[in-house]
């Protein structure tokens, strides 16, 4: 979203190698070791290189275990952080003048709503040393290059939109995009997150990530389709949650989701689906959503039994292909999506995921040389791809440093603001949410096979929170939001700092952690803030003690 | 051009890219250099002897795998001295360890005419299995200490540093830091360890069980790349299929992305998709 609004297209402007070869890496929100495993080798490559990696976290983790510095940071502060360097940076006249000139646009107004965001006043919001702060904006000031990375720790909050607007600012000021060594990298969380935007699966927006209200895409779609197409935007899913409360949506097919388990305040979730007129699910597993079905379409395996591309974070487009049969009547995704539309009486062709791809470059200008001959060859190919004699694209966006930079990147004014959900004598623990290394999301695919780590949900509990409440390491204790209640085992951690706890969704059978999170969600991305619920704990006694 | 360098293999002229090494000079000539220890994407450990070779003016032979190649070296690679040198390198391994699955030690000891039975008789490096665990099994009497592991486990990819080579002499043994067990160790069970083993010593826990009933069927196994279902990296996983499941995961040494290495999830989490009938 942020990405978008400043270059034009939503995807990381670096490629993996550019941690290679990169002098300075900051990843902020991001658990790399745990999440994103081989991407960290390339990080790791770039640190044996020389570069020097700073990691922004609350919690100590695999990663901030390999950084020159784990920047400790305040749940949902880090527009704070970057907005305290970016003044640092431009008080003390650090930043890339030439570039900032030349490339960006709305410098003014961005200095004059750092101006006030002093080191000191940063840390009290962050809790991070205010020299810790200036040393650390001077350093990635100096730095030649810098890799600047993202995870959820950024997108999983009210205002993730500003979070990343305000990583894009700190690029932007230091001329960190568009060159060998310098972008700006979300780390995608799932397989083809990249790949499906970019295939249109966003309200608004056709395959190429064209938009729907472009009456010239429109038409060009409508000529390859014979169909009208809306003109009107169709709902993201908070606002589909939001028309299924108002009653104004009935009917709902999810494909390869879990909302039940995966989505914030699942209690909720739960009702708005059960109380639809018809919700058909199509996955590979009767997962709670499927439970709530009327209708469930068994799918293929997509990685090991259908044919198809993924796009990954680098923007890389490579074949997925079947590897063995599929069990019983399941059926490919395409043959289950163009078998419905036939049977609603729609002519549509049954066509193979080539053909289909094939459709698809011809109506876009990204993918257009990306054949399936070029990517078994190149294994992958990373668009933009204007035609088939181009190589693809390592770095985006380096008309910024030409002598025509094309549209000029925009600074945002974002200003810091708390999580939503404040602590209060009532429920005075912050819980944050997140990833363990051997496992994934709901756990659907990861539950499966046999991990030597794997003692299904536990929370992190630091061991002065512990004793002062008089919780055994390993105790299970009850866990309330105003939302809901779970029980969890709690082990003592000094990866959190007191006062925070932390959870994963990853055995919501067992835990369903998303019973106590929070869906506030940011207005412009839709994204629930996962990484902040205030809770309170108790031991089990207590809470029985107080229900009698 | 002072970045190329011209060496002579055998009395053949040969010009190679500054940065490249005696190995890659008698490669340009079209001669294969046998090897246990090299891999291709990790640091030359100079463990195994088996590609040294005669350099003009050295008194000792050379790991060509990792001697940095310089402008007017004479190598010369079928001498009975290098000869020799491999083929005691193949004889002494095989006196210590069990080769059932070490391909390149057969291949080098086929190539250089060895005795594996010369020196049998002493000290092996027999030792229990380690089963400890449901992903991978090791076999450590199959280990010819190649520091593949250590090194994929280390720096050169994984950064975990679980493991490392303890003990001197005949005692050197791969350990997981203080004699502990697999399980209490940092090990996160990557498996790029497995991924690089070259002896079999660490191999998948199913392909271990396959081989053991007599069912690890080399001819019926399918081999296909596709791209990992996990998070956002893209991984290329190579899924090796019998009988319709998948018995083991690796990925292409070549491809940009994993150079051959993967995390726990890809390489050990495929079993949902061949969960049937619940």
């Excluded at chain 1, 589909?240 to 709902?252: D, S």
Aim: aromatic share 8%; hydrophobic share 40%.
């Amino acid at each position: 979203m942020g990405l978008t609004a400043v270059f034009g297209s939503g995807a990381g402007t670096s490629s993996y190698e550019d941690f290679h070869r990169t002098a300075f890496i900051l990843l902020v929100g991001s658990n790399a070791a745990e999440a994103h495993p081989i991407i960290f080798h390339h990080i790791m490559k770039g640190v044996k290189n020389g570069a020097e990696m700073v990691v922004v976290d609350p919690r100590q983790t695999l990663t901030t275990k390999k950084a020159h510095e784990h920047v400790r940071i305040a749940v949902g502060s880090d527009i704070a952080l970057v907005n305290a360097m970016a003044h640092v940076i431009i008080r003390d006249g650090l930043y890339h003048k030439e570039f900032v000139e030349h490339a960006t646009e709305g410098f003014e107004a961005f200095a004059e709503s750092v101006s006030t965001w002093t080191a000191e006043r940063a840390s009290l919001v962050t809790g991070i040393a205010a020299d810790r702060i200036e040393s650390l904006a001077r350093r990635y000031a100096a730095a030649p290059t810098c890799m600047i990375a993202w995870t959820l720790g950024i997108t999983e909050h009210h205002n993730a939109v500003d979070n990343v607007r305000g990583l894009i600012n700190l690029a932007l000021l230091c001329g960190n995009v568009g060159r060998s060594g310098s972008g700006l990298n979300p780390l995608r969380g799932q397989n083809n997150v990249q790949g499906g935007g970019d295939m249109g699966a966003l309200p608004g927006r056709l395959p190429g990530f064209q938009d729907i209200t472009d009456p010239d895409v429109r038409h060009k779609f409508e000529a390859a389709w014979g169909t009208l197409i809306s003109k009107v935007p169709g709902y993201d899913q908070t606002q589909m949650f939001h028309a299924m409360e108002e009653n104004r949506l009935k009917g709902l097919f999810v494909i390869g989701e879990n909302p039940v388990q995966s989505d914030a305040n699942s209690r909720l979730v739960r009702r708005l689906l059960s109380d639809l007129d018809a919700l058909v699910v199509q996955d590979i597993f009767m997962t709670p959503t499927a439970e709530l079905a009327d209708v469930v379409f068994p799918a293929f395996v997509s990685f090991a039994e259908s044919e198809g591309t993924y796009t990954n974070s680098e923007r890389r487009v490579q074949r997925v292909k079947a590897a063995r049969k599929a069990p019983g009547e399941a059926r490919d995704d395409l043959w289950i999506l163009a078998s419905l539309a036939r049977s609603m009486g729609h002519d549509w062709p049954i066509l193979g995921a080539q053909a289909l791809f094939d459709e698809m470059r011809r109506l876009t200008i990204n993918f257009r040389g990306i054949t399936y001959e070029r990517m078994e060859k190149l294994r992958g190919m990373q668009w933009p791809v204007y035609d088939e004699n181009h190589p693809g694209s390592s770095v985006l966006h380096e008309r910024l440093w030409q002598s025509d930079p094309g549209p000029k990147a925009p600074f945002a004014v974002v200003d810091w603001e708390p999580p939503v959900e404040g602590l209060s004598s009532e429920y005075p623990f912050l819980l944050t949410t997140g990833r363990r290394l051997a496992f994934f999301n709901t756990g659907v695919q990861s539950n499966v096979y046999d991990h030597p780590h794997k003692i299904g949900e536990w929370m992190e509990l630091h061991p002065k929170d512990a004793m002062d409440l008089g919780i055994q390491d390993g105790e299970i204790i009850a866990v309330e939001s105003k939302r809901g209640r779970v029980q969890v085992p709690a082990y003592y951690s000094e990866a959190v700092s007191p006062g925070t706890v932390f959870m994963s969704l990853h055995f919501p059978d067992e835990v369903t952690t998303n019973d106590l999170t929070i869906d506030a969600t940011d207005p412009q991305s839709g994204t629930a803030e996962f990484k902040a619920a205030a809770v309170r704990l108790s031991r089990l006694d207590e809470a029985a003690g107080k229900e009698a | 051009m002072h970045d190329q360098l011209r060496l002579t293999i055998d009395g053949v002229n040969v010009t190679v890219p500054q940065g490249s090494t005696v190995k890659d000079a008698i490669e340009a000539t079209n001669q294969s250099v046998p090897t246990l220890c090299w891999h291709e994407n990790l640091e030359p450990a100079n463990a195994c002897r088996a590609c040294v070779v005669e350099l003009k003016g050295s008194r000792v032979l050379v790991a060509s795998c990792s001697r940095a190649a310089e402008d007017g070296m004479e190598i010369q690679t079928t001498t009975e001295r290098v000869l020799n040198s491999r083929k005691l390198v193949a004889e002494l391994l095989m006196s210590t360890s069990n080769a059932d699955l070490a391909f390149d030690l057969q291949h080098l000891a086929e190539i250089t005419g060895a005795n594996p039975g010369r020196f049998s008789g002493g000290a092996t490096w027999e030792r229990p299995l380690q089963d400890d665990n449901s992903l991978y099994v090791r076999d450590m009497a199959k280990c010819i200490l190649c520091y593949r592991c250590v090194q994929a486990c280390g720096e050169d990819a994984q950064n975990t540093f679980a493991i490392s080579v303890a003990g001197r002499g005949f005692e050197a043994h791969i350990d997981a830091g203080f004699g502990r067990e697999l399980p209490e160790s940092d090990c996160v069970y990557c498996g790029n360890c497995v991924a690089v083993c070259p002896t079999g010593a660490l191999i998948g826990k199913t392909e271990w069980n396959l081989r053991q009933e007599g069912r690890w069927n080399e001819e019926g196994l399918t081999r296909t790349d596709t791209i990992c279902s996990y998070c956002g990296v893209g991984c290329a996983l190579t899924l090796h299929v019998l009988d319709n499941r998948i018995v083991k995961v690796t990925s292409p040494a070549d491809h940009p992305v994993t150079h051959g290495m993967l995390c726990v999830k890809g390489r050990y989490g495929y079993e949902f998709a061949q969960v049937e009938g619940e």
